[in-house]
């Protein structure tokens, strides 16, 4: 009876024990909070909680140790700070009209300073179908492009804006007639809207054909495994110098991103056609002075069965008159009897409209050339000076 007494005794004391500390632990929580949603009390109350962090702090931020690199990496390092400076981001917009809405379509891509006077090139269809322009460069600022002229044959574009009198950084061009598969390139552009990204591969074909915007075959591409993504087209690929070999144009993927597999029209295709551009504000191949169609050609060769280009008509007065050229002849019955059909331009053989554009775009007005032209069952020759 006693013990069980005592029991019941000290579990009323526990009790009574626990209420106390709660109340304790009430009150000095209440405290806090007064104290700091209490302006005063709470600058005070945070100072002495805190003022032990604040005298172990140093008085001075440790400097950071210099990365150490490898002089290969060294050199990377070099390239891209130097190469930044001269790719600028290309924004632009454009409208889609429909009959609901007026929507504004945004783009974005890449180029780089040509000339220190504010000339920037880029690719064709990075600007193509917009209504404006802005070139962001490396430091931040931004310029309204003025557009200069295209050539969508060669999926390029030339850009102006106005500087002010400033001198921009520039980059050396190089050459892409001696390049060599698996020499190492860097691609430097905005991929997906991110600023300057550099990508690091190496040439893994050369030589190769892709179609221009403009419908065109553009030849002696070269092929990279340096990641391409959406945003990079107009972007300068470099060699190992920093030379630009090729703008970045475009990709070969079933996803839409980089698979290893990337375009860059060769730099000397833009060595030629840019400084007509600007020149002239478009860019203009030499001439034969005949009218090709590509739709009738291809009629023409499903029709027949051959290969080259049909000479629709003939300039009257030009070079291409007087060495003899004839075109399609249409007679009162509606009947109609085939031309010329020029199969081969200085001993390459000319399959299509294509080949033979790409055999004048890299001649110039003056140039006599040698035609081989199949005239009824038989080919001849005949040489014609370009126009």
């Not at 929507?103 to 404006?132: L, P």
């Amino acid at each position: 009876m006693l013990m069980m007494g005592m029991d019941k005794m000290n579990n009323k004391s526990n009790q009574v024990l626990v209420l106390l500390l709660i109340l304790v632990a009430g009150g000095v929580c209440g405290y806090y909070y007064g104290a700091i949603n209490n302006p005063e009390t709470s600058t005070m109350l945070v100072e002495g909680v805190f003022a032990a962090d604040e005298v172990a702090k140093p008085e001075k931020e440790v400097a950071l140790e210099p990365q150490v690199l490898r002089s290969d990496e060294e050199h990377v390092v070099n390239l891209f700070k130097e190469a930044s400076v001269a790719t600028v981001h290309i924004n632009t917009k454009g409208r889609r009209r429909d009959f609901w809405t007026n929507r504004v379509r945004e783009g974005s891509g890449s180029g780089f300073i040509w000339s220190k006077d504010g000339i920037v090139v880029t690719n064709y269809h990075v600007i193509r179908n917009a209504g404006s322009a802005k070139v962001v460069l490396n430091d931040g600022r931004e310029y309204q492009a003025e557009l200069v002229g295209v050539s969508p044959n060669h999926d390029l574009a030339v850009l102006k804006i106005n500087i002010d009198g400033e001198d921009l950084p520039v980059l050396n061009l190089g050459q892409s007639g001696n390049l060599l598969v698996g020499q190492s390139v860097f691609a430097i552009g905005n991929p997906f809207g991110l600023d300057q990204t550099l990508t690091k591969g190496i040439i893994s074909a050369l030589d190769r054909e892709i179609n221009s915007v403009g419908g065109v075959p553009i030849d002696g591409v070269i092929q990279t495994d340096a990641a391409i993504n959406p945003g990079n087209s107009g972007g300068p690929l470099m060699n190992s110098q920093g030379d630009v070999i090729g703008i970045n144009t475009m990709i070969v993927s079933t996803s839409g991103s980089s698979a290893g597999i990337g375009f860059a029209v060769p730099i000397d295709t833009v060595k030629r056609v840019v400084p007509e551009i600007v020149e002239n504000g478009r860019y203009e191949p030499a001439s034969l002075a005949i009218a090709i169609s590509p739709r009738a050609n291809i009629q023409l060769q499903r029709r027949i069965g051959f290969e080259g280009v049909v000479v629709l008509d003939v300039k009257e007065g030009s070079t291409a008159a007087d060495a003899g050229l004839s075109g399609l002849k249409r007679h009162r019955d509606g009947s109609v009897t085939l031309g010329d059909v020029i199969v081969g331009v200085n001993d390459e053989p000319i399959k299509n409209i294509g080949d033979y554009l790409q055999a004048l775009d890299k001649l110039e007005a003056g140039d006599v050339i040698r035609l081989e032209v199949l005239r009824g069952i038989e080919v001849v020759t005949v040489e014609v000076e370009l126009e």
